[in-house]
Protein backbone atom coordinates (compact mmCIF):
# COMPACT_ATOMS: atom_id res chain seq x y z
CA UNK A 1 0.00 0.00 0.00
CA UNK A 2 1.72 3.17 -1.04
CA UNK A 3 1.09 6.63 -0.83
CA UNK A 4 -0.53 8.30 -3.92
CA UNK A 5 1.18 11.78 -3.66
CA UNK A 6 4.71 13.69 -4.71
CA UNK A 7 5.58 16.15 -2.01
CA UNK A 8 7.85 19.40 -2.87
CA UNK A 9 8.90 22.15 -0.41
CA UNK A 10 7.01 25.15 -0.93
CA UNK A 11 9.61 28.04 -1.08
CA UNK A 12 8.82 31.25 0.27
CA UNK A 13 9.31 33.55 -2.99
CA UNK A 14 6.22 34.13 -5.32
CA UNK A 15 6.96 34.94 -8.70
CA UNK A 16 4.37 36.30 -11.28
CA UNK A 17 2.23 34.05 -9.63
CA UNK A 18 4.72 30.96 -9.58
CA UNK A 19 6.25 29.41 -6.74
CA UNK A 20 9.86 28.87 -6.75
CA UNK A 21 10.36 25.37 -5.09
CA UNK A 22 13.17 25.93 -2.89
CA UNK A 23 14.11 23.74 0.40
CA UNK A 24 14.84 27.17 1.74
CA UNK A 25 14.05 30.09 3.35
CA UNK A 26 11.03 28.57 4.80
CA UNK A 27 7.55 29.89 3.30
CA UNK A 28 5.30 32.64 5.33
CA UNK A 29 2.04 31.11 5.99
CA UNK A 30 0.04 34.27 4.28
CA UNK A 31 1.97 32.89 1.14
CA UNK A 32 1.28 29.87 2.23
CA UNK A 33 -2.85 30.58 1.40
CA UNK A 34 -1.88 32.69 -1.40
CA UNK A 35 -0.75 30.08 -2.85
CA UNK A 36 -3.97 27.73 -2.40
CA UNK A 37 -5.56 28.15 -5.66
CA UNK A 38 -7.91 25.45 -4.22
CA UNK A 39 -9.81 28.07 -1.62
CA UNK A 40 -11.30 30.19 -4.41
CA UNK A 41 -11.89 27.24 -7.13
CA UNK A 42 -13.66 25.12 -4.93
CA UNK A 43 -15.39 28.33 -3.66
CA UNK A 44 -14.65 27.18 0.20
CA UNK A 45 -14.87 30.83 1.89
CA UNK A 46 -19.01 30.57 0.12
CA UNK A 47 -19.48 26.67 1.38
CA UNK A 48 -18.51 27.56 4.47
CA UNK A 49 -21.54 29.71 4.90
CA UNK A 50 -23.63 26.78 4.69
CA UNK A 51 -22.51 24.03 6.75
CA UNK A 52 -17.98 23.82 7.97
CA UNK A 53 -18.73 19.91 8.81
CA UNK A 54 -19.51 20.20 12.29
CA UNK A 55 -20.03 17.38 14.24
CA UNK A 56 -18.58 14.94 11.40
CA UNK A 57 -15.51 12.54 12.13
CA UNK A 58 -13.61 12.28 9.19
CA UNK A 59 -10.82 9.13 9.34
CA UNK A 60 -7.58 9.51 7.62
CA UNK A 61 -6.25 6.19 7.42
CA UNK A 62 -2.59 7.47 5.84
CA UNK A 63 1.29 8.36 7.56
CA UNK A 64 -0.19 9.62 11.01
CA UNK A 65 -1.58 13.59 11.37
CA UNK A 66 0.61 15.81 13.48
CA UNK A 67 -1.99 17.32 15.87
CA UNK A 68 0.49 20.12 17.15
CA UNK A 69 0.50 22.09 13.38
CA UNK A 70 -0.60 25.54 13.85
CA UNK A 71 -3.38 24.92 10.99
CA UNK A 72 -4.90 22.04 12.97
CA UNK A 73 -4.56 22.37 16.60
CA UNK A 74 -8.24 21.41 18.37
CA UNK A 75 -9.32 19.27 14.94
CA UNK A 76 -7.49 15.81 15.80
CA UNK A 77 -8.57 13.47 18.04
CA UNK A 78 -6.51 10.36 19.63
CA UNK A 79 -6.41 7.93 16.97
CA UNK A 80 -4.93 4.24 16.16
CA UNK A 81 -1.55 3.04 15.40
CA UNK A 82 -2.26 -1.17 14.84
CA UNK A 83 1.23 -1.72 15.55
CA UNK A 84 1.45 -0.06 18.98
CA UNK A 85 3.77 3.05 18.45
CA UNK A 86 1.78 5.60 18.54
CA UNK A 87 2.47 6.79 14.82
CA UNK A 88 -1.10 7.56 14.36
CA UNK A 89 -0.09 11.39 16.14
CA UNK A 90 3.86 11.04 15.89
CA UNK A 91 4.22 11.04 11.87
CA UNK A 92 6.50 9.03 9.96
CA UNK A 93 6.16 11.75 6.54
CA UNK A 94 4.02 14.62 5.97
CA UNK A 95 1.21 12.71 3.92
CA UNK A 96 -1.09 12.59 6.01
CA UNK A 97 -0.97 15.74 7.76
CA UNK A 98 -1.93 16.75 4.50
CA UNK A 99 -4.41 15.27 3.38
CA UNK A 100 -6.08 16.10 7.40
CA UNK A 101 -5.27 20.25 6.19
CA UNK A 102 -7.04 19.58 3.15
CA UNK A 103 -9.90 18.00 5.03
CA UNK A 104 -9.98 20.19 7.76
CA UNK A 105 -7.62 22.65 8.25
CA UNK A 106 -8.61 26.21 9.64
CA UNK A 107 -4.99 28.45 9.43
CA UNK A 108 -4.36 30.34 11.71
CA UNK A 109 -4.08 34.40 12.55
CA UNK A 110 -5.21 36.57 9.86
CA UNK A 111 -5.65 34.71 6.78
CA UNK A 112 -2.44 32.60 7.02
CA UNK A 113 -2.28 28.97 6.61
CA UNK A 114 -3.67 26.05 4.99
CA UNK A 115 -7.30 26.20 5.36
CA UNK A 116 -9.82 22.58 4.52
CA UNK A 117 -13.30 22.57 3.07
CA UNK A 118 -14.68 21.33 6.60
CA UNK A 119 -13.03 22.75 9.65
CA UNK A 120 -15.35 22.25 11.72
CA UNK A 121 -15.42 18.52 11.38
CA UNK A 122 -12.89 16.70 13.65
CA UNK A 123 -9.73 14.63 12.46
CA UNK A 124 -9.43 10.77 13.80
CA UNK A 125 -6.03 9.87 12.59
CA UNK A 126 -5.36 6.26 11.64
CA UNK A 127 -1.79 4.75 10.82
CA UNK A 128 -1.85 2.71 7.88
CA UNK A 129 0.44 -0.29 8.57
CA UNK A 130 1.27 -2.61 11.28
CA UNK A 131 3.69 -3.14 13.44
CA UNK A 132 5.76 -5.24 10.47
CA UNK A 133 4.63 -2.49 8.24
CA UNK A 134 2.48 -4.68 6.85
CA UNK A 135 -0.93 -3.46 5.75
CA UNK A 136 -3.79 -2.69 8.23
CA UNK A 137 -6.33 -1.22 6.37
CA UNK A 138 -9.03 -3.41 6.83
CA UNK A 139 -8.38 -2.78 10.50
CA UNK A 140 -8.25 0.54 10.03
CA UNK A 141 -11.62 1.04 8.39
CA UNK A 142 -12.93 -1.07 11.07
CA UNK A 143 -11.88 1.20 14.07
CA UNK A 144 -12.94 3.83 12.45
CA UNK A 145 -16.16 2.51 12.11
CA UNK A 146 -16.53 1.95 15.36
CA UNK A 147 -15.21 4.95 16.65
CA UNK A 148 -17.72 6.98 14.95
CA UNK A 149 -16.33 8.25 11.94
CA UNK A 150 -18.82 9.07 9.48
CA UNK A 151 -16.22 9.69 6.55
CA UNK A 152 -13.12 7.82 5.52
CA UNK A 153 -10.20 8.92 3.62
CA UNK A 154 -7.99 7.10 2.20
CA UNK A 155 -5.12 8.48 0.14
CA UNK A 156 -3.08 5.82 -0.37
CA UNK A 157 -3.63 2.69 -2.58
CA UNK A 158 -1.83 -0.84 -4.59
CA UNK A 159 -2.35 -2.34 -7.63
CA UNK A 160 -4.09 -5.48 -6.02
CA UNK A 161 -7.40 -6.07 -7.99
CA UNK A 162 -10.53 -5.72 -6.60
CA UNK A 163 -11.72 -8.88 -4.28
CA UNK A 164 -8.52 -10.56 -3.51
CA UNK A 165 -8.22 -9.06 -0.08
CA UNK A 166 -11.42 -11.20 1.52
CA UNK A 167 -10.16 -9.08 4.83
CA UNK A 168 -10.87 -5.65 3.26
CA UNK A 169 -13.52 -6.89 1.23
CA UNK A 170 -15.45 -7.53 4.68
CA UNK A 171 -14.39 -4.43 6.26
CA UNK A 172 -15.82 -2.56 3.36
CA UNK A 173 -19.26 -3.83 4.08
CA UNK A 174 -19.41 -3.34 7.24
CA UNK A 175 -18.60 0.18 6.33
CA UNK A 176 -21.46 0.09 4.48
CA UNK A 177 -23.37 -1.50 6.71
CA UNK A 178 -22.87 0.98 9.00
CA UNK A 179 -23.65 3.79 6.53
CA UNK A 180 -19.86 5.40 6.51
CA UNK A 181 -18.37 6.82 3.76
CA UNK A 182 -15.32 5.53 1.73
CA UNK A 183 -13.53 8.00 -0.49
CA UNK A 184 -9.72 6.75 -2.01
CA UNK A 185 -7.03 8.15 -4.77
CA UNK A 186 -7.46 6.36 -8.08
CA UNK A 187 -3.26 6.54 -8.49
CA UNK A 188 -0.86 8.06 -9.96
CA UNK A 189 0.45 6.11 -12.79
CA UNK A 190 -1.48 7.79 -15.41
CA UNK A 191 -2.44 4.46 -16.66
CA UNK A 192 -6.32 2.31 -17.07
CA UNK A 193 -6.16 0.79 -13.83
CA UNK A 194 -7.76 2.28 -10.37
CA UNK A 195 -5.58 1.43 -7.07
CA UNK A 196 -7.32 -0.63 -4.62
CA UNK A 197 -9.16 0.13 -2.79
CA UNK A 198 -10.21 2.77 -4.83
CA UNK A 199 -11.36 0.42 -7.56
CA UNK A 200 -13.46 -1.91 -4.03
CA UNK A 201 -16.93 -1.88 -4.78
CA UNK A 202 -18.87 0.91 -2.20
CA UNK A 203 -15.75 2.95 -2.36
CA UNK A 204 -15.96 6.27 -4.43
CA UNK A 205 -12.86 6.40 -6.35
CA UNK A 206 -11.46 10.21 -7.22
CA UNK A 207 -9.77 11.63 -10.18
CA UNK A 208 -7.26 14.50 -10.21
CA UNK A 209 -7.52 18.10 -12.10
CA UNK A 210 -5.46 21.11 -12.33
CA UNK A 211 -6.81 24.70 -11.89
CA UNK A 212 -7.74 24.42 -15.47
CA UNK A 213 -9.99 21.69 -14.90
CA UNK A 214 -7.97 19.67 -17.14
CA UNK A 215 -6.90 15.73 -15.83
CA UNK A 216 -3.98 15.20 -14.40
CA UNK A 217 -1.88 13.11 -17.02
CA UNK A 218 -0.29 11.05 -13.98
CA UNK A 219 -4.21 10.45 -12.99
CA UNK A 220 -5.11 6.94 -12.50
CA UNK A 221 -8.66 6.37 -14.99
CA UNK A 222 -10.84 3.76 -15.17
CA UNK A 223 -14.66 2.75 -14.61
CA UNK A 224 -14.47 2.54 -11.09
CA UNK A 225 -13.67 6.79 -10.74
CA UNK A 226 -16.83 8.60 -9.42
CA UNK A 227 -15.37 11.94 -8.83
CA UNK A 228 -12.69 14.03 -10.02
CA UNK A 229 -11.11 16.52 -8.14
CA UNK A 230 -8.19 19.15 -7.81
CA UNK A 231 -4.88 17.72 -7.16
CA UNK A 232 -1.73 19.48 -9.20
CA UNK A 233 0.48 22.12 -7.11
CA UNK A 234 -1.57 21.48 -4.13
CA UNK A 235 -0.44 23.64 -0.74
CA UNK A 236 -0.66 21.74 2.78
CA UNK A 237 0.32 21.77 5.98
CA UNK A 238 2.83 19.40 7.24
CA UNK A 239 6.94 19.60 7.73
CA UNK A 240 8.74 18.80 4.25
CA UNK A 241 12.41 19.50 4.10
CA UNK A 242 12.35 22.12 6.77
CA UNK A 243 8.90 23.68 5.96
CA UNK A 244 5.73 23.42 7.54
CA UNK A 245 4.01 23.77 4.31
CA UNK A 246 4.75 21.58 1.30
CA UNK A 247 3.35 21.17 -2.78
CA UNK A 248 2.25 18.43 -4.04
CA UNK A 249 0.77 16.67 -6.90
CA UNK A 250 -1.37 13.58 -6.48
CA UNK A 251 -4.37 11.75 -6.40
CA UNK A 252 -4.39 11.97 -2.70
CA UNK A 253 -5.31 15.35 -2.36
CA UNK A 254 -8.25 14.84 -4.50
CA UNK A 255 -9.55 12.44 -2.60
CA UNK A 256 -9.10 14.68 0.30
CA UNK A 257 -10.87 17.24 -1.26
CA UNK A 258 -13.89 14.89 -1.88
CA UNK A 259 -13.88 13.58 1.78
CA UNK A 260 -13.79 17.27 3.30
CA UNK A 261 -16.84 18.31 1.02
CA UNK A 262 -18.62 15.01 2.37
CA UNK A 263 -18.19 16.13 5.62
CA UNK A 264 -19.86 19.19 4.34
CA UNK A 265 -22.86 17.44 3.11
CA UNK A 266 -22.94 14.78 6.32
CA UNK A 267 -23.24 18.06 8.42
CA UNK A 268 -25.62 19.87 6.53
CA UNK A 269 -27.89 16.62 5.66
CA UNK A 270 -27.39 14.13 8.81
CA UNK A 271 -30.74 12.31 7.25
CA UNK A 272 -28.72 11.26 4.43
CA UNK A 273 -27.18 7.91 4.07
CA UNK A 274 -23.97 7.17 2.59
CA UNK A 275 -25.18 7.19 -0.96
CA UNK A 276 -27.45 9.64 -0.71
CA UNK A 277 -23.71 11.42 0.00
CA UNK A 278 -22.21 10.36 -2.75
CA UNK A 279 -25.38 11.16 -4.59
CA UNK A 280 -25.38 14.84 -4.26
CA UNK A 281 -21.84 15.56 -4.59
CA UNK A 282 -22.19 13.52 -8.36
CA UNK A 283 -25.32 14.85 -8.97
CA UNK A 284 -23.85 18.78 -8.41
CA UNK A 285 -20.73 18.13 -10.46
CA UNK A 286 -19.24 20.02 -13.21
CA UNK A 287 -19.12 18.82 -16.30
CA UNK A 288 -15.35 19.49 -17.98
CA UNK A 289 -15.69 22.22 -20.01
CA UNK A 290 -12.61 20.53 -21.92
CA UNK A 291 -15.19 17.72 -22.74
CA UNK A 292 -18.61 19.18 -23.72
CA UNK A 293 -21.46 17.00 -25.19
CA UNK A 294 -20.63 13.42 -25.11
CA UNK A 295 -21.65 10.74 -22.13
CA UNK A 296 -20.71 10.19 -18.95
CA UNK A 297 -19.25 8.70 -16.67
CA UNK A 298 -15.65 9.20 -18.21
CA UNK A 299 -12.96 6.70 -17.30
CA UNK A 300 -11.14 10.06 -16.69
CA UNK A 301 -13.36 12.35 -15.31
CA UNK A 302 -16.11 10.20 -13.34
CA UNK A 303 -19.11 12.35 -13.85
CA UNK A 304 -17.39 15.39 -13.41
CA UNK A 305 -15.29 17.88 -11.16
CA UNK A 306 -16.09 19.02 -7.24
CA UNK A 307 -18.07 21.27 -6.38
CA UNK A 308 -18.64 21.73 -2.75
CA UNK A 309 -21.41 24.92 -2.32
CA UNK A 310 -23.26 23.28 -5.53
CA UNK A 311 -23.81 20.42 -3.37
CA UNK A 312 -24.89 21.70 -0.30
CA UNK A 313 -27.45 24.03 -2.18
CA UNK A 314 -28.82 22.38 -5.29
CA UNK A 315 -32.15 21.02 -5.16
CA UNK A 316 -31.22 17.23 -5.39
CA UNK A 317 -33.89 14.24 -4.32
CA UNK A 318 -32.18 12.10 -1.81
CA UNK A 319 -32.54 8.89 -4.67
CA UNK A 320 -31.82 5.55 -3.26
CA UNK A 321 -30.02 4.29 -0.32
CA UNK A 322 -26.95 3.25 -2.24
CA UNK A 323 -26.71 6.25 -4.55
CA UNK A 324 -24.22 5.98 -6.97
CA UNK A 325 -22.36 3.63 -4.97
CA UNK A 326 -21.61 -0.38 -5.97
CA UNK A 327 -22.94 -2.70 -3.18
CA UNK A 328 -20.04 -3.16 -0.70
CA UNK A 329 -21.14 -6.60 -1.03
CA UNK A 330 -19.83 -7.50 -4.42
CA UNK A 331 -23.06 -6.58 -6.63
CA UNK A 332 -24.27 -3.28 -8.13
CA UNK A 333 -26.50 -1.42 -5.73
CA UNK A 334 -30.07 -0.38 -6.75
CA UNK A 335 -30.52 2.42 -9.22
CA UNK A 336 -26.63 2.73 -9.66
CA UNK A 337 -25.43 4.13 -12.91
CA UNK A 338 -23.91 1.93 -15.30
CA UNK A 339 -22.71 2.43 -18.88
CA UNK A 340 -25.47 -0.05 -19.96
CA UNK A 341 -28.49 2.81 -19.19
CA UNK A 342 -29.05 1.32 -16.29
CA UNK A 343 -31.55 4.20 -14.21
CA UNK A 344 -29.75 6.71 -11.89
CA UNK A 345 -30.08 6.90 -8.72
CA UNK A 346 -33.67 8.21 -7.33
CA UNK A 347 -34.98 7.23 -10.50
CA UNK A 348 -37.25 4.73 -10.61
CA UNK A 349 -37.05 1.23 -12.12
CA UNK A 350 -39.52 -0.01 -14.54
CA UNK A 351 -42.32 -2.23 -13.62
CA UNK A 352 -43.25 -5.72 -14.53
CA UNK A 353 -46.64 -5.84 -16.13
CA UNK A 354 -49.00 -7.66 -13.30
CA UNK A 355 -50.12 -11.20 -14.42
CA UNK A 356 -53.22 -11.31 -16.11
CA UNK A 357 -56.20 -12.76 -13.62
CA UNK A 358 -57.08 -16.44 -14.44
CA UNK A 359 -60.22 -16.75 -16.61
CA UNK A 360 -62.77 -18.12 -14.62
CA UNK A 361 -66.09 -20.12 -16.02
CA UNK A 362 -69.42 -19.52 -15.33
CA UNK A 363 -69.33 -22.67 -13.67
CA UNK A 364 -67.26 -25.29 -12.78
CA UNK A 365 -68.80 -28.50 -13.81
CA UNK A 366 -69.18 -27.40 -17.79
CA UNK A 367 -65.19 -26.23 -17.79
CA UNK A 368 -64.42 -30.21 -16.29
CA UNK A 369 -66.80 -31.50 -18.88
CA UNK A 370 -64.97 -29.29 -21.57
CA UNK A 371 -61.40 -30.13 -20.46
CA UNK A 372 -62.49 -34.31 -20.47
CA UNK A 373 -63.85 -34.19 -23.93
CA UNK A 374 -60.51 -32.27 -24.87
CA UNK A 375 -58.36 -35.27 -23.43
CA UNK A 376 -60.46 -37.47 -24.83
CA UNK A 377 -60.11 -36.22 -28.63
CA UNK A 378 -56.18 -35.93 -27.85
CA UNK A 379 -55.61 -39.57 -26.87
CA UNK A 380 -57.69 -40.59 -29.93
CA UNK A 381 -55.40 -38.73 -32.24
CA UNK A 382 -52.32 -40.18 -30.12
CA UNK A 383 -52.88 -43.33 -31.00
CA UNK A 384 -54.04 -43.09 -34.61
CA UNK A 385 -50.72 -41.24 -35.18
CA UNK A 386 -48.40 -44.60 -33.38
CA UNK A 387 -50.73 -47.31 -35.41
CA UNK A 388 -49.63 -45.37 -38.84
CA UNK A 389 -45.96 -44.76 -37.90
CA UNK A 390 -45.68 -48.60 -37.01
CA UNK A 391 -47.10 -49.46 -40.64
CA UNK A 392 -45.03 -46.98 -42.10
CA UNK A 393 -41.77 -48.38 -40.38
CA UNK A 394 -42.79 -51.91 -40.98
CA UNK A 395 -43.21 -51.30 -44.93
CA UNK A 396 -39.52 -49.04 -45.36
CA UNK A 397 -36.62 -51.49 -45.59
CA UNK A 398 -33.58 -50.84 -43.61
CA UNK A 399 -30.61 -49.16 -45.09
CA UNK A 400 -27.41 -51.47 -45.35
CA UNK A 401 -24.96 -50.81 -42.36
CA UNK A 402 -26.59 -48.33 -40.49
CA UNK A 403 -27.54 -49.39 -36.71
CA UNK A 404 -30.98 -50.31 -35.96
CA UNK A 405 -33.41 -47.46 -34.87
CA UNK A 406 -34.23 -47.21 -31.42
CA UNK A 407 -36.85 -44.57 -30.31
CA UNK A 408 -36.07 -41.13 -30.82
CA UNK A 409 -33.35 -41.46 -33.78
CA UNK A 410 -30.13 -43.06 -33.98
CA UNK A 411 -28.81 -43.64 -30.53
CA UNK A 412 -31.39 -41.62 -28.89
CA UNK A 413 -31.76 -38.23 -29.37
CA UNK A 414 -28.82 -35.90 -31.02
CA UNK A 415 -26.96 -33.25 -29.75
CA UNK A 416 -25.00 -30.57 -31.11
CA UNK A 417 -22.16 -29.38 -29.64
CA UNK A 418 -22.63 -25.46 -27.98
CA UNK A 419 -20.08 -22.60 -27.60
CA UNK A 420 -20.04 -21.22 -24.28
CA UNK A 421 -21.29 -17.37 -23.88
CA UNK A 422 -21.90 -17.31 -28.15
CA UNK A 423 -24.78 -15.65 -29.22
CA UNK A 424 -25.82 -15.82 -25.21
CA UNK A 425 -26.43 -12.34 -22.88
CA UNK A 426 -23.33 -12.08 -21.00
CA UNK A 427 -23.37 -12.81 -17.16
CA UNK A 428 -24.78 -10.63 -15.17
CA UNK A 429 -22.55 -7.50 -14.08
CA UNK A 430 -19.83 -8.70 -16.93
CA UNK A 431 -18.57 -5.46 -17.90
CA UNK A 432 -18.31 -4.73 -21.81
CA UNK A 433 -14.78 -4.75 -23.29
CA UNK A 434 -14.50 -1.14 -24.32
CA UNK A 435 -11.36 1.22 -24.84
CA UNK A 436 -10.99 3.88 -22.89
CA UNK A 437 -12.77 6.91 -23.13
CA UNK A 438 -10.32 9.98 -24.54
CA UNK A 439 -12.04 13.08 -22.46
CA UNK A 440 -9.59 15.53 -24.36
CA UNK A 441 -11.24 14.40 -27.93
CA UNK A 442 -14.58 13.88 -27.00
CA UNK A 443 -16.57 16.48 -26.27
CA UNK A 444 -19.69 15.04 -23.73
CA UNK A 445 -22.58 16.60 -20.62
CA UNK A 446 -23.34 15.42 -17.54
CA UNK A 447 -26.83 13.56 -17.89
CA UNK A 448 -26.31 12.69 -13.97
CA UNK A 449 -25.93 16.15 -12.76
CA UNK A 450 -29.52 18.21 -12.05
CA UNK A 451 -29.01 21.57 -13.46
CA UNK A 452 -26.20 20.74 -16.45
CA UNK A 453 -23.33 21.53 -13.64
CA UNK A 454 -23.53 25.89 -14.83
Known sequence: MTLTRTMRVLGATALTGTLLLTAAPTASADQVRDAQWTAKYLEIEKSWTVSKGDGVIVAVIDSGVDATHADLTGQVLPGFDPGGKGRDQHPTDPHGTGMASTIAGHGHGNGAGVIGLAPGAKILPIYLNDADNGDALPQGIRWAVEHQAKVINVSAGSTAKAGRNAALTDAIAFAAKNDVLIVASAGNDGVSGVHNPGNEPGVVAVGAV?????????????????????GVEMVSAGACEGS?????????DAAASVSGAAALVRAKFPQLT??????????????????QGGKLPDAHYGYGILRPYAALTQDIPAGSPQGPLAGAAGGAASGAPSAAGTPAPGASLPQAPAPLPAKKSDSGFPALLALAGGALVLVLLIVVIVAVTKKSRRGRPQAPGLPPQAPGGYGGPAWSPQQPYANQAPPPGFPPQQPPQNPYQQPYQNPYNQGGGQ
Request: glycine residues 8%; hydrophobic residues 35%; aromatic residues 6%.
Open 210 to 230: DKNGTVWRKSNYGPEVLLSAP
Open 244 to 252: QYCLADGTS
Open 274 to 291: AGQVANRLVKSAQAPSAA
